[in-house]
């Protein structure tokens, strides 16, 4: 018997033995063949996640953020201890002692797969068993996966610690609302750093990791809590809160950003502009669209935010002047339907129209909700109540174009306008001496529209860039991207070329009729005036912007030589060499004339323009910085108090400084009695020239002060006239002078720097003769020629054109202006006004 026993006894131990034997080689051989061919854990050590890549203003405030994922990798020793246990609860209590996976957990969950006949089918993946699943593996249930995981796992316990596992796991995983990692979440739920969080708002955060959209704060916000409270009492019972916290924290009320409890966090973000969408346009081709987009970048920018408010100001402001000037309604194309109408709301939040504009005040999308009585009921987003009303001498201005494509008369009410449902925008109209509120106005993006750019003349940091009238109404940035004619701002490249050459201010060129044979046939340009005045000096020439004088100069100056300016000067990469070119009828951007402007300013040393002053990698190191001049004395603890450290430049020289003075002290004279005078006027030294092209299809307008310069143009975005009124002076002209005004009182300004190596001469401006060192008067300018080299006054340059037999020898505009002034010779000249209205074939006018 006892050998029976003993024998049965034997038996079994042996079948049991040799079926843990079976059971472990089937295991081992499972996980064998499973684990060849698997992807290498050890990428993990140095794994960098996608992070979002931020844009700071130079005084260090968040301005944009770009990023494909919404992530801000924070490190572990970073990361809050309650965070930690707060996911550590909801996900993986035993994470810090189980070695890559929970045997005990796997078995709990099999168990209740089979007890509930597979309703009840719940994960047992530890948190590292999660981040092999997220960074290596795909997400689909499958025991094949569920195998890799452990195994890979297990290898990761070998190769990181516990924080760096936890590390990635808190950075990588998804949260909902488009938020990768507890910091980004943090942000996007509370609007709140890690540091901030309460308890009970760490576990709002831990019980999101299963499936966000099913705990959604506010369409599924009895689940959420349900869930949060039960993280609560895990990390109670793991010991990680108190009990009269963990009872506090329970009794706390489910609050979020996407419940109204929160301002968001893009509350404290302008909107987005032109300004930070060209950086990240500049960036993404320098270190490539993925690199930007992910690669967690600090990106300094070179914006003042005042400056750009005003520049938006300035530019918006001119627009919509010559828009109403205009009259014609347009509205903005979208309309509710009757369905939507009741709750038209929702349905106007939904509606793609610019909500990021402010001209005297901002402006608010509305619906018509009734027309009546000669007036119009709307609905304003954000704006409480229904009855707000447009009044019919709001409407005055406007005549809506017809289907058949003709005005009707000018409209007396809004009816004349408007339809019950159109969505449009309007603004409010306030009293000037309380700002109180008066009525509602009518408003529309108008239909042309132009950039601006103002930046510091020796270092290229662009302060403001404005692109457009709404960059939610229209992205494309005509300060960098729009291609136009210059027009007559091109000139001052002509005449640098020729004062480089020998010519100076007060050289003589004949102003006189030319014909010209072209394949396309004969060109004869002319004045805008329709006038000839005969030898006229250089400095006249570009005050008055005579086209005529300025081919004669190019031809005899060479347009190659001319073209070599303009490329050197970065207005054109490789510009035609055709005579109609000198009056800038080659296109080129609003960038690359700022640009070029700026070296006139600086005294003819390169500046290369720049929106961005440093980039710094996720890391914190810099990878790019613009300013690379050497500073001589930072390091020198010694420095006298209110002395600067010295700073040696390094740039190229690309015009004779005294050449850069001439053309200067010329373009000053476009702003005190030339084609600008009647609209730029400032408290400091300014100069500048305008530009308006043929038939007024492009106006322009670039001057620059000693520190700043900066740039207009205005046209349609497909180019048409502008009408017969439209000049760069009269519309670009009040951009620059309201934006410099502004920015004068911040920056400051003061006169040209004169150069060395020269002397000034008094000269007659009409004339160009010489005059004694007492002379005064209008006709009198005081030029700055060239040390060892002596004037020749007097001799007369044609370009090779003959000239009309019977010309005078100055013969200004007609006696509808004119008058009359007594040169240093004694005789009388007729003196006109500045240069108008007129055509040329191509190029630029005035």
Known sequence: MIRFILSTLGGLFTFVTLGIFAVALSIGAVFYIYGRDLPSHESLAQYTPPTISRIYSAEGRIIDEFAKERRLFTPASEIPDLVKQAFISAEDKNFYTHKGYDARGIAAAAYDAVASRGKDVRGASTITQQVMKNFLLGGERAAERKIKEIILATRLEETLSKERILELYLNEIFLGQNSYGVTAAASTY?????????????????????????????????????????????????????EAVYQAEVAMPLRSVQAGDF?????????????TDEIRRQLSVDFGEEEFFSGGMTVRATIDPDMQVEAARALRRALETYDREGGIWRGTGRKLTPDQMGDWRAALALAEVPRDIDLNAEW????????????????????????????????????????????????????????????????????????????????????????????????????AMQGGFSYQDSVFNRATQARRQPGSSFKPFVYAAALDSGYSPATIVVDAPIEINTPQGLWRPRNSSNQ???????????????????????????????????????????????LANSLGSEETTLFQMVAAYAMFANGGERVQPTLVDRVQDRFGRTIYRHDQRNCVDCLVPGIPQGQAPRIETNRERVMNAITAYQL??????????????????????????????????????????????????????????????????????????????????????????????????????????????DASGDYVVAEYFRDGEEPVFGLMFDGGFAMGSNLPLVQEAQERAGRQVTTSTGQTATVGPKADFGTVSSGGLY
């Open 364 to 463: 608010f999308p509305a619906v018509v909700l009734e027309l009546s009585g000669g007036r119009a009921r709307l609905g304003i987003e954000d704006q409480p109540g229904e009855d707000h009303v447009i009044e019919a001498n709001d409407v005055t201005w406007a005549r809506k174009r017809l289907e058949n494509g003709t005005l009707a008369r000018r409209a007396q009410a809004p009816a004349d306008l408007l339809e019950v449902g159109d969505i449009v925008l309007v603004r409010a109209i306030t009293a000037d001496g309380d700002g109180s509120f008066l009525r509602w106005s009518l408003r529309q993006v108008p239909e042309v529209q132009g950039g601006f750019m103002a930046m510091d003349v020796n270092t290229g940091r662009v302060i």
């Open 664 to 773: 200067t002290s010329m373009m000053t004279g476009v702003v005190e009695r030339g084609t600008a005078a009647r609209t730029v006027g400032l408290d400091v030294p300014v100069a500048g020239k305008t530009g308006t092209t043929n038939d007024s299809k492009d106006v322009w307008f670039v001057g620059f002060t000693s520190n700043i310069v900066a740039g207009c143009y205005i046209g349609y975005d497909q180019p048409r006239p502008l009408g017969r009124g439209a000049s760069g002076g009269g519309m670009c002209g009040p951009v620059f002078q309201e934006f410099m005004k502004k920015a004068t009182e911040k920056y400051g300004g003061g006169p040209f720097a004169v150069p060395p190596g020269g002397r000034f001469i008094k000269i007659d401006r009409f004339t160009g003769s010489p005059l004694p060192d």
């Open 532 to 578: 000839y005045y005969g030898p006229t000096p250089l400095r006249t020439g570009i005050e008055q912007s005579r086209n005529l004088m300025t081919i004669r100069l190019a031809q005899e100056v060479g347009m190659d030589i001319v073209a070599e300016y303009a490329e050197k000067f970065g207005v054109y990469d490789n510009m035609g060499r055709f």
């Open 190 to 242: 509370f609007n709140k750093p890690l540091r901030e969080l309460a308890p009970h708002e760490a576990a709002f955060l831990a019980s999101l990791p299963k499936a966000p959209s099913d705990y959604h704060p506010v369409r599924r916000a009895d689940r959420l809590l349900s869930r949060r409270n039960f993280v609560l009492r895990e990390m109670f019972e793991n010991g990680y809160l108190t």
């Open 263 to 275: 301002e968001t966090f893009r509350s404290a973000l302008p909107p987005r502009d032109y300004f």
